[in-house]
């Protein structure tokens, strides 16, 4: 009995020693995100695509007379300036031929002379009575047709010396021998293609935009372009041409832009072109990750004080176009106000937050870099 009453008596005093348990907190931790503020700034509204380029100026060189070619001074990838040699053909029939037309000129011209004084004679015996008018109009209608026979001769021996100049095939214009259809010893006939010459200097870009784009452009618009051709250049032009349908394949609308190159660009390469539709000279504007799709619709969580804490609240916001990593918002939040950045997709109403990192301004909307989203 006595060690029973011992054993009460310790069990007693262990749990008078007992230290009263630590209470937890109630609810989960809060959530660790970065906020930024709303801010206002100019807003560029673009229409963004990615296209072609074609040379405005890409000729086929053909063959201007027949004739075998006896030599070829160019190659593809070469370089070739305006009125360059870029191949010989042979001229030596056409020497022999104008050298006969030239002698024909000759001969007429010793007839012509030698009708000229018989009139002259004529027309003196005439006016003395001791000839007839009608041999003297005889021997004027003969000088007027041997002068009609030297003038062919001569037509012919223009066209002559032509046929032999076009036995040098020259470059009609400056740029880059994409082509060559000939070697040494073949013979070429009236029209054959030789060459395939490019240039780079005048370009035109092939622009697909959506048909939904339609009804916000048009001819004369500004375009900016650029190239991975030409890294840190921007490229101003202009609309100069709509196609009148859309695109069956592709339901795209055909926008044709004309621009220099300055031979930085090269035909059959891309480029990035942007249209100004819209300019806002202020505009509000959150970061992309700060908008987030509920089932309330697209709302943003604006970072308030609720009872010494932080808590996030929401806000049904209308979204506008977005660019360089922001977005404009329409409707829903004030200038100044501060909201969840990233992190904010992990948020609900009245979530408490953490704030990971103090106040940084919103990044301002770089002109000319946007597109147009559905609202």
Excluded: W
């Excluded at 009608?134 to 030297?150: C, K, T, Y």
């Amino acid at each position: 009995m006595t060690r029973l009453l011992l054993l009460c008596a310790l069990l007693a005093l262990s749990a008078c020693g007992k230290k009263p348990e630590d209470k937890k907190p109630s609810g989960p931790p809060p959530t660790l995100i970065t906020v930024t503020t709303v801010k206002s700034g100019a807003f560029e509204v673009t229409e963004d695509t990615l296209g072609t380029l074609e040379a405005v100026i890409n000729s086929k060189i053909g063959a201007e007379v027949a004739g075998k070619v006896i030599a070829v001074r160019v190659v593809a990838g070469t370089p070739v300036k305006q009125g360059e040699t870029l191949a010989v053909i042979d001229a030596g029939d056409f020497l022999l031929q104008n050298q006969v037309e030239q002698a024909e000129v000759k001969r007429l011209e010793a007839l012509l002379a030698q009708q000229e004084k018989l009139v002259e004679r004529q027309q003196s015996l005439v006016a003395r009575g001791f000839l007839s008018r009608n041999a003297a109009d005889d021997a004027a209608a003969q000088r007027a047709a041997i002068s009609e026979q030297l003038a062919a001769a001569r037509a012919r021996t223009n066209i002559g010396k032509r046929a032999v100049a076009k036995t040098t095939v020259t470059a009609p214009f400056s740029g880059v021998i994409e082509s060559r259809m000939i070697a040494a010893g073949d013979y070429v006939k009236l029209g054959d293609p030789l060459f395939q010459l490019v240039s780079n200097q005048r370009l035109r870009a092939h622009l697909p935009f959506p048909e939904s784009a339609a009804p916000l452009l048009a001819r004369g618009q500004p375009v900016r372009l650029t190239s991975p051709q030409a890294p840190g250049k921007v490229f101003t032009a202009s609309i100069a041409d709509i196609r009148p349908a859309v695109t069956e394949s592709s339901r795209a609308l055909g926008v044709i832009v004309d621009l220099d190159g300055a031979g930085l660009l090269r035909a059959g390469g891309t480029v990035n072109a942007s249209v100004r539709i819209a300019a806002k000279a202020a505009a509000l504007v959150v970061p992309e990750q700060s908008v987030v799709l509920r089932p309330a619709g697209k709302v943003v969580y604006a970072i308030v004080e609720t009872e010494g804490k932080r808590t996030a609240e929401q806000r049904i916001v209308q979204a506008g176009a977005k660019k360089g990593g922001v977005i404009e918002i329409l409707a829903g939040l004030q200038e100044g106000e501060i909201v969840a950045q990233d992190g904010a997709g992990f948020l609900t109403h009245g979530a408490t937050v953490s704030i990971k990192a103090p106040l940084s301004p919103s990044p301002s909307p770089a002109r000319g870099e946007g597109s147009v989203v559905s609202r």
